[in-house]
């Protein structure tokens, strides 16, 4: 598995964008969104019940993000038409903000190591990237346990610092010295 500094893959996949006819998908790749930093969530399956919790947490924090100046992307083994046909049933996934990726060829999935084999799917499994595409915090949970998009949003606060932040450091509170 791909971990701190290592640089995130290369890729290129379609991405579901939109439940608007005709502007539902978009191809996005490791170029896309320059100059900022990218928080790649990954989940196991659509149409499951851990996985829209965590997405739609996500989304409502996307504001958040952007203020930030940090992209939102999710990511599954899914294809465009499954994540479509999702986010068209489930009522909390209807107007996401950001993209979900289609992984179909588990290109990400293997590429960052958090495809699960036994099961084709990917794991739970969240990547900051910074501006330069190298990865600065990886989580990778459980199948069974979602994750706090709160806290990835607590992190990305502390790495765009670049101070020493202490254990439940926050946005204002003291940062460490060194000397």
């Given amino acids: 598995m791909l971990t701190l500094g290592d640089s995130f893959p290369a890729f ?9 006819p005709g502007k539902e998908f978009t191809n996005l790749d490791g170029a896309s969104y320059p100059g900022k930093w990218k928080v790649y969530f990954f989940w196991p399956k659509d149409f499951t019940f851990v996985c829209p919790t965590e997405i739609a947490g996500f989304g409502k924090l996307d504001g958040d993000f952007r203020d930030r100046d940090a992209q939102l992307l999710g990511v599954s083994t899914d294809s465009e038409f499954v994540h479509l046909a999702w986010r068209k ?3 909390d996934l209807r107007d996401l903000p950001f993209p ?3 992984d179909l060829r588990r290109e990400l999935a293997e590429g960052t190591g ?4 036994a099961a084709g799917v990917a794991r739970r499994a969240t990547f900051i990237v910074d501006p330069q595409g190298v990865i600065r915090f990886v989580e990778v949970t459980d199948m069974n346990v979602g994750r706090n998009p709160a806290e990835v949003l607590r992190v990305l606060d502390a790495l765009q610092t670049d ?7 926050k946005p204002g509170d003291k940062t460490l010295s060194a000397a």
């Fill in 163 to 169: 101070e020493l932040c202490p254990c439940n450091w």
């Fill in 114 to 117: 958090v495809l699960d084999r």
């Fill in 89 to 91: 049933q489930h009522p």
């Fill in 100 to 102: 979900m990726i289609a």
């Fill in 12 to 20: 290129s996949a379609q991405a579901v964008v939109s439940i608007e």
